[in-house]
C-alpha cells in the first residue's frame, strides 16, 4: 500500500468486506441488503414483492413446510419457504389455523409462500453482486 | 380479503414480474416496460394453459 487510498480504491475494500453480511441481511428482511446499499426502489420492490406473496398465500391457507416436512418435496419446500427470511416466521405464525390443501386456493398458497422464499433468494443473490461490485 | 383464481394469478404475476424486472434491466422506464410484458404473458400464457385444459376438465 503506497499510502495514497484513491477514492476508487477505498470503494473496492470497502465492498470486498460486505457482501457476505449483506447477502444475510437481505436473507433476513427482504430488501434490507438493497437498503444497506442505498438502492431503495430496489429494496422497495423486493420487501413488497417477498411480502406480499407471504400474505397472501397465508390468506389462501397455503401450506409452510417446516425442517422436519418428510420427504424430498417437504425438504425442497422448507428449502424455498425459509429463503423469504423473516416472512417465513411470520407465516408461521399467521397460518395458526393451519393450511387448508384440500382446495385449489390452499395449494395455490402454498406456491405463494414458495415463491416469496425464491424472489428473496434473488434479491440475496442481487444484493450479494452489487455489494461485491460484479452488478450496478 | 377473497381472492379467486384469476385474482390470484394476476397478484401472483404481478409481484414477480416486479422483481424480475427490477433484476433483469437497469432504468426505471426499462424496468417498468419489462415488468408489463412479462406481467402480460403470465396472464396470457396461464390463460392459455387454462383453456387448453378446459376439455379436460369434465
Redesign the interface.
Known sequence: MTGQISETGLKTKFNATLPFPVAIAAWIVPGLGHALLRCW??AL??F???A??AI?GC??RGEVFSWHSGGAFGSLGFIADAGSGICYFAARILEAGGPDISR??GD?GT??IA?AGI?NL??VL?AYGMASGRR? | ?H?N?LL?MI??AA??S???A??AR?T?AERAKYALWLLALFVAVGVGIAWLMYPFSR
Open positions: 426502489p430496489k420492490v423486493f413488497l414483492a417477498a406480499g406473496l397472501a390468506e389462501l385449489a386456493a395455490y406456491r405463494f415463491a424472489v434473488l434479491g442481487d450496478n | 380479503m381472492l383464481h390470484s397478484l401472483f409481484l414477480v416486479l422483481a424480475l427490477c433484476v437497469r426505471i
